[in-house]
C-alpha cells in the first residue's frame, strides 16, 4: 500500500464536510439576500406610506383652501370687488388637487413641489384676506360717507320743508291778512219822492230803492288793483234776492256758484273808499228781517240787517 493515497474511508469523510460546507454557506446566504430583501421592502414600504400620508396631507390642506377661497369669493363678490385674482388662484389649486387625488406625484420631488406649491398659495391666502380686509374698510368708509350724505340730504329735505311749510303758512297768513273788510255799514231807504232815510225798520209801502253804503278797511298788504264787491239780499223767507234785470248774477262762493243781487267795480288803492249799492226791488218788500251781504274776492266782507213792516 502506497503512503501518499487516501483511504477510501477518508476521503468519504472529506467530501462529507466539503458539502456540509457548502450547504451551510449557501443557506448562509440565501439567509442574507433574504434579510437584504426584507429591509429594502420596508424601506419601499415606508417610503409608500410616507408618500401617501404627504399626499393625503397636501389633497387635504388644497381642498380646505379650495373651500375658503369659495368663501373669500362671496364675500367680495358682497362687497362689490374683483373676483378675477382670486378665482385664477382657485383654479390653480383646483388643478393641483385634481392631480393629487389621481396620483400622480410619484417621486419624493414630485410631492415636496406639491408642498412649495402649497406653501406659496397659503401666502396668497393671507394677501387675499388682507385684501379683503381693505376692501372692508374701504366700504365701511363708503358706507360712512354715504351715511353722512343722506344725514344731510335728510337734514337738507327737513329743512326744505319745514322752509316750505313756513312758507306755505306765511302764504296763508299773507292771504289771510289780504282779504278785504267792510266798515261802517249804513243801509237806508230812497222813498218814492226820492227822499234818504236811515231808520231801524222801514215801511215797506215807503221803499223805492235800498242804499248799501261801506268803507273799505285800510289794508297794507292787500294787492293795490280793480276789485269787485258783491252784494247779496236774503229775504225773510231765506230766499237770495237776484234778477238779471236789475243787475244780478252768479259768482263763485267756496268753490260753488252762488246768486248776488248786485255788484260794483271800485280801485282798491288802500284809501277807505267810500263805496255805495243803489238797488231797485221793483216790487214790493215782504215784511221782516232781511240780511245783506257783502263779497270780494270770495270772501265774505260783513254783513248787516235791516227790517221792513
Do not use: C
Amino acid at each position: 500500500m502506497n503512503e501518499t493515497q487516501i483511504p477510501p474511508r477518508k476521503n468519504k469523510t472529506f467530501l462529507v464536510f466539503v458539502l456540509v460546507a457548502i450547504l451551510l454557506f449557501a443557506n448562509g446566504l440565501q439567509f442574507w439576500l433574504s434579510h437584504q430583501d426584507k429591509q429594502e421592502i420596508a424601506q419601499k414600504e415606508v417610503i409608500i406610506k410616507e408618500k401617501t400620508e404627504d399626499l393625503s396631507k397636501a389633497s387635504l390642506a388644497l381642498d380646505s383652501m379650495r373651500k375658503e377661497l369659495e368663501i373669500k369669493i362671496a364675500q367680495v363678490n358682497k362687497l362689490g370687488g374683483d373676483t378675477a385674482s382670486i378665482g385664477l388662484l382657485k383654479r390653480q389649486i383646483e388643478r393641483d388637487l385634481k392631480n393629487a387625488r389621481r396620483q400622480n406625484f410619484k417621486s419624493k420631488e414630485m410631492i415636496e413641489d406639491l408642498q412649495s406649491r402649497i406653501e406659496d398659495y397659503e401666502l396668497q391666502l393671507v394677501a387675499k384676506d388682507e385684501e379683503i380686509q381693505k376692501l372692508k374698510a374701504e366700504n365701511q368708509a363708503l358706507y360712512t360717507d354715504n351715511t353722512k350724505l343722506k344725514s344731510k340730504i335728510v337734514q337738507r329735505e327737513d329743512s326744505i320743508f319745514r322752509l316750505s311749510d313756513a312758507k306755505a303758512k306765511l302764504s296763508e297768513q299773507v292771504l289771510l291778512a289780504s282779504k278785504l273788510r267792510a266798515e261802517d255799514i249804513r243801509i237806508s231807504i230812497i222813498d218814492t219822492k226820492g227822499r234818504e232815510k236811515e231808520e231801524e225798520d222801514y215801511r215797506a209801502k215807503k221803499i223805492s230803492k235800498l242804499k248799501v253804503s261801506f268803507k273799505i278797511a285800510e289794508n297794507k298788504v292787500a294787492k293795490i288793483e280793480n276789485k269787485e264787491v258783491y252784494m247779496r239780499i236774503t229775504d225773510p223767507e231765506a230766499a237770495y234776492l237776484y234778477d238779471i234785470g236789475t243787475g244780478g248774477g252768479t259768482f263763485v262762493l267756496e268753490g260753488r256758484e252762488s246768486p248776488y243781487t248786485s255788484k260794483l267795480s271800485f280801485l282798491f288803492d288802500n284809501k277807505q273808499p267810500q263805496l255805495s249799492f243803489i238797488w231797485e226791488k221793483g216790487s214790493i218788500f215782504k215784511t221782516g228781517t232781511y240780511t245783506v251781504e257783502l263779497f270780494s274776492e270770495g270772501n265774505k266782507l260783513g254783513q248787516a240787517n235791516f227790517i221792513v213792516k
